[in-house]
């Protein structure tokens, strides 16, 4: 399995509603990785996981918390959120950083 | 990571000509990895740099690493209508950031 899945696809969720995104990969990659990616722009580093453990943090909003309960699993936790974080948000995992990272295909979230 | 900065922005290829797309830094790079994005899709990994003058080629595609590791260059022959997307570059030192991009269309 080379994949890195992501769900939901899509998300539409109010700016008071709680939402999960979830990503999973299967691969026995160390590193698991969350992306932000407006349209038109690039992918912007989120958060790093090491080890199961959180590594990089880039300054992101606390509405944003992230979870990796198992070396396979990384979660993005959403509260509160403002129609600015409208975005994909993308998922990718990496053995070494240095042989590339493999991305999910994204979850499409709209926060109205 | 470090900045780095693509050019051009948009690059509109005839279907057959040939193109480059740069990446440029104004520090020395450890590596740069190059990513293709197709439209509504998501990145996927092209090819990865590591040593000074470096060059890789995968089929029409020829990546190089320039002798200084400041500057990285994609070349594509005979575009196809399959190459359309944006490419990004991306140092990596630690974590991986990404170049701007550029978004590549092609004319029939």
């Known amino acids: 399995d080379t994949e890195v899945t992501q769900t939901p696809k899509h998300l539409v969720m109010g700016m008071t509603n709680k939402k999960s995104l979830k990503c999973e990969q299967h691969m026995g990659h160390r590193a698991m990785y969350w992306y932000k990616q407006k349209a038109k722009k690039p992918p912007e580093l989120m958060f790093v996981y090491s080890y199961e453990k959180l590594s990089i943090n880039e300054s992101v909003p606390s509405r944003f918390s992230p979870e990796c309960p198992n070396s396979s699993l990384l979660n993005l936790h959403l509260h509160a959120l403002q129609p600015e974080d409208s975005a994909l948000y993308l998922c990718?995992?990496?053995?070494?950083?240095?042989?590339?990272?493999?991305f999910g295909s994204g979850t499409r979230l709209t926060v109205v | 990571g470090q900045q780095v900065m693509q050019i051009p922005q948009y690059q509109h290829v005839q279907e057959g000509e040939d193109f480059t797309t740069y990446c440029n830094s104004s520090?020395?790079?450890?590596?740069i990895q190059w990513y293709k994005q197709r439209p509504g899709g998501h990145p996927v990994f092209l090819i990865q740099?590591?040593?000074?003058?470096e060059v890789k080629k995968q089929k029409r595609l020829t990546f190089q690493f320039g002798e200084a590791k400041k500057n990285s260059s994609l070349h594509i022959t005979a575009t196809q209508t399959t190459d359309v997307g944006t490419y990004f570059c991306a140092d990596y030192d630690y974590k991986l950031s990404f170049g701007a991009g550029t978004t590549v269309t092609v004319r029939a």
């Open positions: 520090t020395t790079l450890s590596n």
């Open positions: 990718a995992s990496s053995q070494e950083g240095l042989l590339g990272y493999t």
């Open positions: 740099l590591v040593k000074s003058g």
